[in-house]
């Protein structure tokens, strides 16, 4: 079959078959199929959409592009879980050890960041000797033995997506939801759990700006990983305020550990929560509210934080500074944000803020841009407080003064205090199974 006759075919609103978005795939990866006719492809989708057999037939082609992880030799149902990205988003080093010390299966591989949001891998390595590259049967290993196991990207998983989406970067076609779906699930699906959770972000800080395209995305995914055979749901989470309080990698692993020893952040406790209730259910663990009780009896017997310190220690990692965050090396320059005004806080651009971490050297800005893990900042204040104007706000964290100067700056701008309380907005707007949505 032709591209050309496959381009001229959805151009016209038909639908491509199974076979030849197979036959489109592994001729694009094997540079059989050249980049202008892809990118009119990909033009086509982006007018004409796909169906959701169209979508799920394009993702797994893709997972099929490279290596399948094979995780049986893992006893017991595995769980993933994935986020679209958010500022302070710091939930798998939360709910992963919660489902592993309530007999769950967490075999996670997780993405560096790039941009203003941060990346679980950057976060792990912040820990003095983590090791985030591990051979395959170490990997299981831990996992058979202390139920979670958390490393990076490896191998070849799904080279369709890296093709497809450096070239969708710029051809204006990353906004396609099917095609922003086919990326994420077929890296999920590659990996080889049994079960996807997805956390699908909506605001300022997030991809999917309105709640109806995240829900629209969330549903297009648990389509896909049911059509696949991985019982999938998604939960649609506020990403217009940053969650909890620490952006910055050891900033966010010292809070995250507040919250296994029970004393994190209201917010970003309960989302890790109801992330890993919903793990936990999809495991067949009991009901949602069962799960929840057992998620919720993990922080308190102190069980979910002995896990993760066993699995940081089994990576080599050292877990005394889980046990007390002042061991971690400390930013050699701190800089406090003061409100300036009287009243309330009533918007937080969460994109800007993650913008401010890159300032401060927390994040990157191309792909080997370094990290500075004793980097970023500390909200004091957040949505809806109210403030005096000598109030502390945000402190920052960073090597240089010149750095914080700058980033004071983009963080001023992203603060809006006003005379009024705003409305009050939820934490998770919405459950996506398959076939339902419940709004809350």
């Known amino acids: ?41 990909l033009m086509a989708i982006w007018f004409s959409g796909m169906t959701a ?46 489902v592993a010390a309530c007999r769950g299966r967490v075999a996670k591989m997780s993405g560096r960041g790039l941009g203003h949001t941060g990346g679980t891998v950057d976060k792990l390595e912040a820990i003095p000797g983590y090791e985030t590259a591990i051979s395959r049967e ?18 070849n998983l799904a080279p369709a997506d890296k093709k497809l989406y450096a070239l969708r970067d710029v051809t204006a ?25 997805l956390d699908v972000k909506t605001g300022s800080g997030a ?4 709640l109806d395209d995240a829900i629209a995305l969330a549903q297009t995914m648990v389509a896909i990983g049911e059509g696949a055979g991985r019982r999938t749901v998604a939960l649609i989470t506020d990403m217009d305020t940053p969650l909890g309080h620490g952006i910055g990698n050891s ?15 209201r917010d970003l ?25 057992m998620a919720e009896q993990s922080i308190a017997d102190g069980s979910a934080f002995e896990t993760f310190c066993t699995m940081v220690r089994r990576q080599g990692g050292d877990d005394a500074v889980l046990r007390d965050a002042s061991k971690f090396p400390q930013a050699a320059v701190q800089m406090e944000i003061r409100a300036g005004a009287d009243g309330y806080i009533t918007a937080m651009d969460a994109e800007k803020i993650g913008e401010t971490s890159v300032v401060l050297g927390a994040g990157r800005e ?20 109210a403030v005096m104007s000598d109030d502390v706000i945000a402190t920052l964290y960073t090597e240089s003064t010149q750095r914080g100067e700058s980033a004071a700056q983009l963080f001023r701008a992203a603060i809006t205090i006003g005379k009024e309380v705003p409305p009050s907005r939820p934490l998770v707007y919405a459950r996506v199974e398959k076939d339902k949505v419940v709004r809350y």
């Open 173 to 197: 076609t990353v906004d396609s939801i099917p095609l922003i779906a086919s990326s994420i699930m077929s890296k999920k699906l590659a990996a080889g759990s049994d079960c996807i959770l």
């Open 207 to 210: 991809f999917m700006k309105t």
């Open 53 to 98: 057999e169209e979508t799920t037939a394009l993702t797994i082609a893709m997972a099929d592009s490279g290596d399948r992880v094979d995780l049986s030799a893992i006893a017991g149902k595995k769980v993933d879980k994935h986020s679209t990205g958010g500022v302070g988003d710091k939930t798998t080093l939360i709910c992963a050890p919660i």
């Open 366 to 385: 191309t792909k080997d841009s370094p990290i500075d893990f004793a980097a970023g900042l500390i909200l004091h204040k957040k949505y809806g407080d």
């Open 251 to 265: 900033l966010e692993v010292a809070e995250s550990m507040d919250v296994l020893r029970g004393k994190g952040p």
């Open 138 to 155: 170490k990997f299981f290993s831990i996992v058979n033995e202390c139920g979670v196991s958390v490393i990076g990207q490896s191998g």
């Open 1 to 41: 079959m032709r591209m050309y006759d496959l381009i001229t075919k959805k151009k016209h609103g038909g639908e491509l078959t199974a076979e030849e978005l197979r036959c489109m795939v592994e001729g694009y990866v094997a540079g059989e199929i050249p980049d202008y006719q892809m990118s009119a492809m």
């Open 269 to 293: 406790t309960e989302v890790s929560l109801q992330l890993a209730e919903n793990m936990l259910y999809l495991v067949g663990k009991g009901t949602i509210e069962e799960c929840r009780r």
